[in-house]
């Protein structure tokens, strides 16, 4: 997968999808297997906003059995299911813990109700999937049970938990590239650091989008029958120029935060309700109990989610350490001996979802439930453009074969079934992921510990030779880049030559491990700065611009801790 911007200027597009998060990712190469000229571009790297700030969980919508929204929780079920089958490397089931106690909404009795409704509406969850990959019914598990699987949580009032499985994401960063790579090799063309800074147009109709290399600044023009907007939070600033001011806004913001702390509890994913009465700052969004997950993942737990309503531009937020604090405060309202700090805090997550407007004056998120398409030839009157407003990773390949669906009938084309329900992405041609780890701990066991080789598998998949091929002509590549790390030179290599990777953070952020739970030491950027500037033609100064550039992108209030 190269960047080759001259694909972009010299070829006519069935589609351009402008914004290569989860959304965008899936759009292109739905539209590519079903044989459409397709071109991706944005104006950063790959899933760099929001597709980059994950609880990494794909959610079954068993939360949605309150609203009673049968279609949505099928959806979700579906989806799940979609997910564990083409990404068997980097999807595994999940088992989770809510418990239960004597209240009105979350006791046994209404709690077990839920779960065999779920279990119902999920009856073919398992439907095509490798055994080691299927999710089993939901229960509910006695209070002495709970604390045999979780011990030292708070009992109080506690008489049970309910007991499900989820998918987990092992990487969220390696499964939207994954979807980018499967987009490229059915012919999509792609390049990142490509911004649109307008739209092309023959009379109302649009026909292809101005945009700039944003590192030679280089103006591009690239045509195409039909532009599809999957910008999230930016998808208004894209808008802007065609639309008129009386328009209301498609994207509401808030924002979505997560917190990587230290371990609390391992195996299971376990949700808790806060205790308005207990935190400490208290305001008006917390004074409604909300659930929080607590999701183990590697040796850290992710916290989660957290929302806050945005009443300026998604540019203009600002992580700020009153912020975390305050978000601390919320979760140790769920167990009081936690006792969180911000020493506790390894990483912040945050990114942008859309909200229901407010209406009465309060600081209460309630997000939109489900996506939608938009075909502004209906809304606008400006026919070419369609704009996908994505809600869910969970959801992201539902929302693009809808989105693909209607670029087909735009197009004239005879309509083409969707194939990326059952397509596995690169990478996850697999049976059995316990054989394949087996087989490649066999194949590489004398060279490679077994860590490294669990996380090449996990990141990679079926695809893992793609970055050994290097060490079986230079050893030296197998070198891990830190020692408290898995990721060898190899991979470093790999993602500039293979995976677009342009600049130091795409790296460390998104193509390894390396800064997923905070930022590494310095000598560890400069390994792999080094390792790059070899690639890439980098010299000295170059090679500290890019470490310096890496290092600002770590809250300031957390300098002291995460490196």
Known sequence: MNRNLADLTDKQFDILVIGAGIHGAFVAWDAASRGLRVALIDKGDFGNATSQNSLKIIHGGLRYIQDGNISVIRNMVQERSNWLKIAPHL?????????????????????????????????????????????????????????????????????GAAMWHDGQIYNTERLLLSVIMSASCAGAVIANYVEATGFIR??????????????????????????????????????????????????????????????????????????????????????????????????????????????????????????????????NSTDQKLQLSLD????????????????????????????????????????GLITVLGVKYTTARL???KAVDLALQKLGITSVPCQTNKLALEGGNIDSFTELLSLVMHEQGNQLSPHIIENLVHNYGSRYMDVLRYVETDITCAQQICKDSPVIEAA????????????????????????????????????????????????????????????????????????
């Open 91 to 159: 999807i595994h089931p999940l088992p989770c813990l809510l418990p239960t106690n004597g209240s009105l909404t979350r006791n046994r009795f209404t709690i077990s109700l839920a779960l065999q409704l779920n279990n119902i509406l999920s009856y073919d969850r398992n439907h095509y999937l490798n055994p080691e990959q299927s999710i089993p019914k939901g229960k509910w598990v006695s209070r002495e049970e709970c604390n045999q699987l979780i011990p030292g949580i708070n009992t109080a009032e506690m008489t």
């Open 399 to 401: 929302m693009a074969e």
């Open 344 to 383: 506790d805090v390894l990483h912040v997550q945050f990114g942008f979802l859309p909200m229901i407007p407010q209406r009465d004056g309060t600081q209460r998120v309630r997000l939109v439930r489900e996506g939608k398409v938009f075909d502004h030839h209906k809304t606008d009157g400006i026919p």
């Open 202 to 331: 023959k009379g109302a109709t649009i026909n292809g989008m101005k945009a700039k290399d944003v590192f030679s600044g280089q103006d591009l023009e690239i045509h195409t029958s039909l532009v599809v907007n999957c910008t999230g939070a930016w998808i208004d600033t894209v808008l802007d120029d065609i639309r008129e001011e009386k328009n209301s806004p498609i994207f509401y913001p808030s924002v979505a935060l997560n917190l990587v702390t230290r371990q609390i509890w391992d195996k299971f994913g376990i949700g808790l309700p806060s205790r308005p009465e207990l935190i400490k700052s208290i305001s008006s969004s917390d004074s409604i109990s909300q659930v929080l997950f607590f999701v183990p993942w590697r040796k850290s737990t992710i916290i989660g989610t957290w929302h806050l309503p945005l009443d300026k531009s998604s540019d203009d937020f600002e992580l700020t350490e009153e912020i975390v604090q305050h978000f601390l405060d919320v979760v």
């Open 492 to 563: 470093i290599i790999h993602a500039v030559r293979e995976e677009m990777a342009q600049t130091l953070a795409d790296v460390v952020l998104r193509r390894t491990e390396l800064g997923s739970a905070g930022l590494p030491e310095r000598a560890c950027l400069e390994k792999c700065a080094h390792i790059m500037g070899a690639e890439l033609g980098w010299d000295e100064g170059r090679q500290k611009q890019e470490i310096e550039t890496v290092l600002e992108l770590s809250p300031k209030f957390l300098a002291g801790t995460v490196h």
